[in-house]
């Protein structure tokens, strides 16, 4: 047995919360989906490899290193633990990493209908950023090293024929994210289907909403 540190208690109650939104949600299917969080001193938290993320307990977190060895934790990390790292690598801000399989957002990344229209400001706010990467075996170096290449500024990451996997400065931020995107492909799917046209924001409204966004994430204006 080699338990968590009680000091990381807390940051592991709240991935099992997340966990189970994600799963209540049908964000994750079976064994699918993995979440982490960075831990200063250059270590990870992360969800276990084959369980289901809709009855964690805190004490089935792990804690890895950097380099994906693990630390702390009576179970084994997901192996794809190591597209975490690519993330966090390429993204020195971020500081949670969410990979789900939503369906409305895999229907769409299992097409060729990509890109689509963001047209809600939630969508504008939290998606402005994306990249596709091409299929590539899940948990393998080859992926880790392709989202290495791509991820850099992007908090969207589309993973051909796979799923999504959002980072966020908190937890909170990475979940909106994929929330966002799930909900602007089933929007996307609605109104396809019923054979119609989005109407798109205009350029001013845009424009406002990119202002706020400046703001929220205080960048220079
Ligand atoms: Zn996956």
Redesign the pocket.
Known sequence: MNPIPNEYAEVALEITEYSRMMWSKGYVEAN???ISVRLSCDMIISTPTMESKGNLKPEDMVISSFEGDKIYGNRAASS?IKTHIAVYKSNPQAKAVI?S?PPYTCSFAFTDSLPFNLMSAEALFWLDKMCVVPFIM?GSEDLSNEIALQCKGSSVIL?RN??LITWGEGIKEAWWRTEAMESNCKISHIIKERGDTPVNLSERERLSLEKLKDSYFNRPQ
């Open positions: 699918g989906g993995n794809e990979h399989h899940p993973l796979h799923g």
